[in-house]
C-alpha cells in the first residue's frame, strides 16, 4: 500500500482534503443493504463512511437527469404493473419513455429478473419490503449536501454519464445536460469534489473538448472488448492505450477482471494494468466489490480486498459494502 500513498497524494490529496488511504466509492449507495441508488441506500453509504457516493445518470422523457442504473426500468420498479403501456416493442420498459412525474409514481426495489421476479441476490433488501422511489440528480446533490453541511464532511459525488450514444439516436444529449447542473452545485473543476465517469471515450473526448468539461474524468473500462461506440477498450488497457487516455481523463475505472483474477486451484494471477496506469499518471478506481458476488474462484472478501489494494496497489474501489471494505482497510 505505500507504494500507491505518494501518486494518490499528488493527483487527489492535493486538490482537495482526503483520507491518506485509497477511496471508497459507494458504489450506487450502499447497494449491498438497501435497494441501489435510493436516497436511502445514499443515506446509509454515507453514514458509514463512503468517500465518494456514486450517481448513475440517464434521462426522462422532459429531459430531466435521474439517478438510476440503466436506461431500462424493469429490472428494479414496479414498472411492468403500473405502466404496461409504455413497453417498446423490444419489451423494454426505458426511463425516457416516462415524464420524471410518471417516474415519481414508480416503486424501487432491490434488482430483480425481470422475466422471473425473482432477486438478483437473493440475500439482499426483500422486494415488497418498505417503499423506494427514483430521485433527480438534483435532489440528490441537494441531499449529499445538505448531509456534508450537517456532518462537517465533505464526501464527493461520482457521477456516470450512461449511454451517451443511445440517448443521442433518441433525440436527447445527456452530456450537454448533466454539466451545468453539476457546475451549478459546485461541480466544475479538479478541485471539487466530484469524479464524472463513462464508458465511451467518444463521449469522454466530446465532454473534455466540445463540452470544455474541466473537472476530472474517469475512463470506464469493461471486461473485455469493444464498448457501445465501438472503441476497443482492450487497446485502451495497454501502456500505449493508457497513455493516449492520459492526454484526456484523470483515471481509469476498470473491471476487477482486468486486475486480478483466480484459477479454478485458487491461484491468483495480478495483471499490469495498475502498474501502467500509474505510470502514465492515472488514477485506478475498480469496480465491484461483492461480498455475495465475489469474482469466480476468489477464495474470500479478504482475498478480494488484499489483491487490488495491497498487491495491486488502487488507488480506490467500488464496493456495494462500505462498511466492509472500509473494515480492511483500517484493519
Not at 1 to 9: E, F, G, V
Not at 31 to 39: I, N
Not at 244 to 260: H, K, M, N, S, T
Not at 298 to 313: E, N
Amino acid at each position: 500500500m505505500k507504494k500507491i500513498l505518494p501518486l494518490l497524494l499528488l493527483i487527489v490529496g492535493s486538490v482537495m482534503a482526503q483520507p491518506a488511504r485509497p477511496l471508497v466509492v459507494a458504489h450506487r449507495g450502499a447497494s449491498g443493504y438497501l435497494p441501489e441508488h435510493t436516497l436511502p441506500a445514499k443515506a446509509l453509504a454515507y453514514g458509514l463512511g463512503a468517500d465518494f457516493l456514486e450517481q448513475d445518470l440517464v434521462l426522462t422523457k422532459d429531459d430531466v437527469p435521474v439517478v438510476l442504473h440503466d436506461i431500462y426500468l424493469d429490472t428494479v420498479t414496479d414498472i411492468a404493473a403500473r405502466f404496461p403501456e409504455k413497453k417498446r416493442a423490444d419489451g423494454r420498459f426505458y426511463a425516457l419513455d416516462l415524464t420524471l412525474a410518471e417516474l415519481k409514481q414508480l416503486r424501487v426495489s432491490e434488482r430483480f429478473n425481470a422475466k422471473t421476479g425473482k432477486p438478483v441476490l437473493a440475500q439482499r433488501f426483500p422486494a415488497g419490503k418498505s417503499e423506494f422511489h427514483i430521485s433527480t440528480l438534483e435532489e440528490e446533490l441537494q441531499f449529499i449536501q445538505g448531509l456534508n453541511h450537517s456532518s462537517g464532511r465533505n464526501v464527493g459525488i461520482y457521477p456516470e454519464i450512461k449511454q451517451p450514444k443511445w440517448h443521442r439516436e433518441q433525440g436527447h444529449d445527456i452530456s450537454k445536460i448533466v454539466l451545468p447542473i453539476l457546475a451549478r452545485y459546485g461541480y466544475a473543476t479538479k478541485a471539487d469534489a466530484c469524479f464524472l465517469q463513462c464508458f465511451e471515450l467518444t463521449e469522454v473526448k466530446r465532454i473534455r473538448g466540445e463540452l470544455g468539461w474541466k473537472g476530472r474524468i474517469v475512463m470506464l473500462l469493461n471486461g473485455k472488448g469493444k464498448e457501445l461506440d465501438g472503441v476497443d477498450h482492450d487497446a485502451l488497457c495497454t501502456a500505449a492505450g493508457l497513455k493516449e487516455l492520459a492526454q484526456v481523463v484523470d483515471g481509469i475505472g476498470p473491471a476487477i477482471g482486468r486486475i486480478v483474477t483466480w484459477t479454478t486451484a485458487g491461484e491468483q494471477k495480478v495483471t499490469t494494468l495498475v502498474k501502467d496506469a500509474h505510470a502514465a499518471g492515472l488514477v485506478v478506481h475498480p469496480y465491484t466489490i461483492r461480498r455475495d458476488d465475489l469474482p469466480k474462484n476468489c477464495p474470500s472478501s479478504d482475498a478480494l480486498h488484499a489483491a487490488l489494494f495491497r498487491d495491486a496497489g488502487a488507488d480506490g474501489v467500488f464496493s456495494d459494502f462500505t462498511d466492509v471494505t472500509l473494515a480492511w482497510l483500517k484493519k
